[in-house]
């Protein structure tokens, strides 16, 4: 069992950033590949970025590319987004999860654990 809580979400200009944090908690935190989510108002839930188990292969969108990076520190079992030149059109809950395989997907039907989700929104 991994229980999720994310943090470091905000109101902030375009232009500006914000890191996310995921907490894990449970034992198995290092064997799950992680993954960011967002859903904005009144659209569905997209895939954002995804990290192995060991930090060392990532995915990401083609909107994000080049803007927000993931990254996770098994040590502390804490995996991050950070989010650089954001765009109002970033404006969602943003929600981490931990996969049941060691590799990043895009696919959210391999996550088997959410966090309850953090605000961002990006103004113009």
């Known amino acids: 069992q991994v229980q999720l809580v994310e943090s470091g979400g905000g109101s902030v200009q375009a232009g500006g950033s914000l890191r996310l944090s995921c907490a894990a908690s449970?034992?198995?935190?290092?064997?799950?590949?992680m993954g960011w989510f967002r859903q904005a108002p009144g659209k569905e839930r997209e895939f954002v970025a995804a990290v192995s188990w060991d930090g060392g292969s990532t995915k990401s969108t083609g909107s994000v590319k080049g803007r927000f990076t993931i990254s996770r520190d098994n040590a502390k079992n804490t995996v991050y987004l950070q989010m650089n030149s954001l765009k109002p059109e970033d404006t969602a809950v943003y929600y981490c999860?931990?996969?049941?395989?060691?590799?990043?997907?895009?696919?959210?039907?391999?996550?088997?654990?959410w966090g309850q989700g953090t605000q961002v929104t990006g103004s113009s």
């Open positions: 449970g034992r198995t935190f290092s064997r799950h590949a």
């Open positions: 999860a931990a996969s049941w395989s060691g590799t990043p997907t895009s696919q959210s039907s391999a996550y088997v654990y």
